[in-house]
């Protein structure tokens, strides 16, 4: 399988380099050139397969060349073997028709763990092969930083550094961070916030010199093997409600656009999906999109739903890229407009393309909470703040009672305590019990102050299993 830059000037990869890749060399994100295509027949004969086996099918084409046949099973076994929960990702139903496809139960409890779990063996594989190693940077509010550092931790070849701002993290996603311990595990909390963080991974990123010779790596969610990783729960799903003989719905809370995405990928693939439904935060630059064709960018708001507060939608290039029949010139110039700092409308037609599969809502915090309050009082359900909003996204924008809507469960509700009791539903929290001594476990962190040089020479000090580069 070959990738292909979306802004068509940087060269063609294999699954391999892709994998090592963060943005094309233009500035694009990669995506496949051909995407495969299953029959119908082909995809009912995977009914019932445990989830490994069902990856194993769904991804094989995506990793064609680079990696075998038996090592990726092998690693597709031990990925999802690790789960909490025999199904994997499985389904609850909360109302007639309607389903939470919980996508929690991996080590940090939410469903990033799906693409980061096999991201860091897939990493670990390809390097051993090619006897090199890589520093990861990368920057975190939250989820994608505990997450990327359990998906990395018993990798030979990798060694990580998350940046978080200092005090600005919930105690369960500090903690999911920091008491995982590892030579090649490095936390570092920054005097500074969120961006601040971002900009020092992106300075570093542009400069290198301060690695050495060594490979810097992304692990955000343009990293195209965590979208792929994606597009399987949604077959999966499908499957366990009549698919692909009947079609299903998915609701999706939405930030990055990068889980959606891999729902409209597997859509394309054959799977029969009807609708795709955007929920957003009050950060609802896809809304404005989805319900008025434009594309601007606004003040980022605070949210109880914090992993999804963002202004622009990375992923949302690669869609871009499809509805302009793949023209990567086209692509790079509305996104040179855009960063001029117009924001920009498609051609009509287009839109309405986009229309016929994705419907959008914009949620507020406090209809987040009252559909919190809702489900439970209905089922007895603690949902988190980006599921809920999920769950009222399908409930407004549904186009049929007879299609099942799946919504996708995408953190476990423990992890963000502050908008499950402004429901009035905390009491009924739990930490699961892989878990439950999260609060007595030792933590390891370093914190920084703000200032690229002294972070980018803690990286070089310890950039080598805790050696220096
Ligand atoms: C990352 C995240 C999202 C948003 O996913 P995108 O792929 O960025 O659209 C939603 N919910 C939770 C809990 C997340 O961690």
Known sequence: MRYISTRGQAPALNFEDVLLAGLASDGGLYVPENLPRFTQEEIASWAGLPYHELAFRVMRPFVEGSIADADFKKILEETYGEFAHAAVAPLRQLNSNEWVLELFHGPTLAFKDFALQLLGRLLDHVLAKRNERVVIIGATSGDTGSAAIEGCRRCDNVDIFILHPHQRVSEVQRRQMTTIFGDNIHNIAIEGNF?????????????????????????????????????VYYFHAALQLGGPAR???????????GDIFAGYLARNMGLPVSQLIVATNRNDILHRFMSGNQYVKETLHATLSPSMDIMVSSNFERLLFDLHGRNGGAIAELMANFKQGGGFSVEQDRWTEARKLFDSLAVSDE???????????????????????????????????????????????????????????????????????????????????????????????????????
């Open 195 to 231: 961006d601040d963080c971002q900009e020092m991974v992106k300075a570093s990123f542009a400069d290198q010199s301060f690695l050495k010779g060594t490979r810097l790596v992304a692990v955000n969610s343009i990293n195209w093997a965590r979208i792929m990783a994606q597009i």
């Open 367 to 469: 209809q987040t909470c009252e559909t919190i309050a809702e489900v439970f009082a209905a089922t007895g359900e603690v949902l988190d703040p980006h599921t809920a909003i999920g769950v009222k996204a399908a409930r407004e924008c549904r186009r049929s009672l007879d299609t099942p809507m799946v919504v996708l469960g995408t953190a476990h509700p423990v992890k963000f305590p502050e908008a499950v009791e402004k429901a009035g539903v905390g009491k009924a929290l739990e930490l699961p019990a892989h878990l439950s001594d999260l609060f007595s476990r030792e933590e390891r962190c370093t914190v920084l102050a703000n200032d690229l040089k002294a972070v980018q020479g803690f990286v070089s000090q310890h950039g080598n299993r805790g050696k220096p580069l």
């Open 247 to 257: 079609s299903v719905a998915f609701s999706v809370p939405t930030g990055n656009f």
